[in-house]
């Protein structure tokens, strides 16, 4: 049972992490990249659906998305759905594609952007914390109910606390490499 339950708390935490990564990936850095249109949702006929499923994305250049719908219908709403979302995109379509350009960003954007992914960064240090307590905590009512000895409890919350700093390590390394990333000009 004491097996099980840090094996749960290592995939919360990992899913955690995960959660964090494709936070990340939507975040624009001043290049074109796919996972930058994932949370662009368009109106198609009275369901909100989000544009990699109603269309093509590629990036041919570093800095220009195209987006290929499967039906022609569709161009204009992708379009609008596009400069609706707050990437501050510009798109344009020729009846066929949409041609995204990515500009490159300001200084005053990348400060702002850098302030949120440490935001999202915080958060989810946040969550690893809390996992790490409620499992501590779940030993500590095994301790008093007697399933497990002190020094047994002990040794359960310094292997937690291993795997937490191992985590937050993580996210304080995926953080400093979007950083860099933003910033890059």
């Known amino acids: 049972m ?3 339950l840090i094996k749960q708390t290592e995939e919360r935490m990992k899913k955690a992490i995960s959660a964090l990564k494709s936070e990340f990936t939507t975040v624009r850095t001043g290049r074109a990249s796919v996972a930058l249109l ?4 368009v109106d198609y006929y009275g369901t ?5 499923q109603l269309a093509t994305v590629s990036v041919p250049e570093a800095r220009l998305l195209i987006v290929q719908p499967w039906d022609k219908n569709i161009i204009d709403p992708i379009e609008k759905a596009i400069m609706k979302s707050s990437l501050g995109l510009n ?3 020729d009846g066929n594609v949409i041609r995204v350009p990515v500009p490159p960003l300001n200084e005053e954007r990348r400060k702002e952007l850098v302030k949120m992914v440490k935001s999202m960064s915080e958060e989810t240090r946040v969550a690893v914390r809390n996992i790490r307590r409620d499992v501590n905590d779940a030993f500590k009512s095994s301790e008093k109910a007697g399933e497990i000895s002190e020094d047994e409890m002990r040794r359960l919350q310094t292997e937690v606390q291993k795997s937490t700093d191992k985590f937050i390590a993580e996210i304080d390394e995926m953080l400093r490499h979007k950083e860099e990333e933003i910033m890059e000009v």
């Open 2 to 4: 004491v097996n099980e």
């Open 38 to 41: 994932d949370r662009v949702i």
């Open 91 to 93: 798109p344009s379509n």
């Open 48 to 52: 909100e659906t989000p544009v990699n």
